[in-house]
């Protein structure tokens, strides 16, 4: 019995020999696993819709990651923060306000600008992410058979990528103002035992967002810009 555990041990770790690379189709699906069948009548709708948001006006942010490897962290909401101070210093926005779950009746869209209106919100940012790790062994992978060396031997290479992508919506009339995309890499090489795949990925997660502010960011004062000069 002991040797049939060690067996299967080794398989473990030299399973993962070469690289997987990353399945972009299912995390791209991963981030639009909230959206539903649309119909003529919302399309007539939202040809229907026109934008009224005010020039400086009050925005709701909700983020959500569709992976239990990572969390939002203090770093992320810095990282969001800064862009509340950016659009504040430029008078885009005259507050920022942070939604979470616990402040939604259903689910979808419609429950987060309802949380987001009783906020008193204009507009609200909806964040999704989704991430993928590949593990695999390098040269010194090779020597992993002798078992004590995946202790203290650095064979073993673990890449993250993680994706982001969001959407800026009229809380009142559900009318899109602007998209936005990042995606980061993250790599780390360890010894088997010791290498955590969450902190490679939560390394892309951190890379991708600094990514999507600036994004954000870069997109919110370019609107800003294009209204102040058609009201001239």
């Not at 942070?98 to 429950?111: K, P, R, T």
């Not at 990528?161 to 995309?181: C, H, K, P, T």
Request: glycine share 4%.
């Amino acid at each position: 019995m002991k040797h049939f555990f060690i067996l299967l041990i080794v398989i473990s770790i030299t399973a993962c020999s070469t690289s997987r690379g990353f399945n972009r189709d299912y995390l791209r699906n991963s981030l639009n696993s909230h959206k539903k069948e649309i119909t003529d009548e919302q399309i007539k709708k939202a040809l229907e819709t026109k934008a009224e948001l005010p020039e400086l006006f009050k925005l709701a942010i909700y983020a959500e990651l569709n992976s239990w490897q990572v969390h939002w962290d203090e770093n992320d909401k810095k990282e969001l923060e800064s862009l509340e101070q950016k659009l504040k210093e430029s008078n885009v926005v005259s507050e920022v306000i942070f939604l979470n779950s616990s402040m939604f009746e259903g689910d979808g869209l419609a429950a987060i600008r309802l949380a987001a209106a009783r906020t008193g919100s204009d507009a609200v940012l909806v964040i999704h992410g989704a991430g993928s790790s590949d593990r695999y062994n390098n040269f010194w992978g090779a020597t992993y058979f002798l078992m004590i060396t995946p202790f203290f031997i650095p064979g073993t290479v673990s890449d993250g990528l993680f994706m982001l992508n969001a959407s800026l919506w009229d809380v009142r009339y559900q009318y899109l103002y602007l998209s936005a995309e990042a995606e980061a890499k993250a790599s780390q090489t360890g010894t088997a035992f010791h290498l955590e795949d969450s902190h490679v990925l939560a390394e892309a997660k951190s890379k991708a967002v600094v990514l999507l502010r600036k994004e954000i960011e870069e997109q919110l004062l370019s609107m800003h810009k294009a209204h102040k000069n058609k009201k001239k």
